[in-house]
């Protein structure tokens, strides 16, 4: 390459800045002779003396004169173009940053962020749009800043990925629902009419995996594509919903909750992001937050 030495951008600065070879060597930390060597090897690089004796000081050239206007704040930039991030001012933030999630977790979580989005960040704003696959495309175009859910083997590789909450499933029903009186038995649980979630076609679910293993069979009255849907078919009708507890929290108000007389494993709900972001400010400002805004909530 034959471009200049940039490091001499700082030396020139600093001997504009001092007028002397000896005030610049002082301030840069350097001798008086490599602090002359540098200044011949500035005169070289812009075809200009730059500083001329006059008496026993140095006068700058026109030249110079010029370049001392532009030296500094082209120096300001390369150091801040080269260095760390300014820190993060939140009061003046203006940023719409976008989460992509599973129905019923913008419902339950989204009011409590939104609320620490603006008091911490006025000017900060969220979009939410509904995850309908596992695809981690939109992560990697750059057009989703953070995924919540949980994490399947579809899932890029380089993703990061940070839990947030364990979750379980339960039953819901309204509360003049049979279920809502005695014990909630595998049998009784079977006989009733559910609703099945599920955001596509699908193999058995662990629901009916485990009422297989207890050779029971439950009958699918309607499937909807999301918890808030099957939460507002439940309050309205004697049917049954499972559900992830802390996943649709306060949307299981008014409605009654049983656990499972099945074994059905916990999950892991994650945030994930594209490593992209991971040194960005404001990005690990959100996540922070959005972890805190989890740990909050109270389990459902």
């Not at 500083?51 to 500094?72: K, N």
Request: aromatic fraction near 4%; hydrophobic fraction near 45%; charged fraction near 25%.
């Amino acid at each position: 390459m034959n471009s200049p030495d940039l490091n001499l951008l700082i030396v020139l600065d600093a001997l504009l800045a001092e007028g002397s070879v000896a005030g610049a060597a002082r301030r840069l930390g350097l001798s008086p002779s490599a602090m002359s060597r540098s200044l011949a090897r500035l005169r070289q690089t812009t075809g200009d003396p730059l500083l001329v004796r006059a008496g026993r000081g140095l006068v700058p050239t026109p030249r110079a004169l010029e370049l001392r206007e532009r030296t500094g704040p082209l120096l300001r930039d390369a150091l801040a173009a080269l260095g760390p991030p300014p820190a993060l001012d939140l009061a003046a933030l203006r940023r719409t940053f976008t989460l992509r999630a599973t129905d019923g977790f913008a419902e339950n979580f989204g009011p409590r962020l939104i609320a620490r989005l603006h008091a911490e960040a006025p000017g900060a704003r969220l979009r939410f749009i509904l995850k309908l696959d596992k695809d981690s495309e939109p992560l990697r175009k750059g057009e989703v800043d953070l995924e919540t859910g949980v994490i399947g083997h579809t899932a890029g590789p380089e993703l990061r990925a940070r839990a947030l909450f364990r979750d379980r499933f339960i039953g819901v029903a309204r509360p003049s629902h049979p279920l809502a009186q005695g014990e909630v038995t595998a049998s009784r649980f079977a006989a009733g009419r559910h609703i099945l979630v599920a955001r596509r076609e699908q193999g058995e679910s662990r629901i009916d995996l485990a009422l297989g293993e207890l050779g029971l069979r439950r009958d699918i009255a309607v499937t909807v594509g999301g918890f808030s849907a099957a939460l507002a078919l439940a309050r309205a009708d004697d049917l049954i919903a499972v559900v992830p507890s802390r996943h649709t929290g306060y949307l299981l108000d008014g409605l009654h909750r049983f656990e499972l007389p099945l074994a059905v494993p916990e999950i892991t709900v994650s945030m994930l992001w594209h490593p992209r972001m991971d040194a960005d400010p404001a990005h690990q400002w959100l996540r922070k937050v959005l972890k805190q805004v989890c740990d909050e909530a109270a389990p459902g």
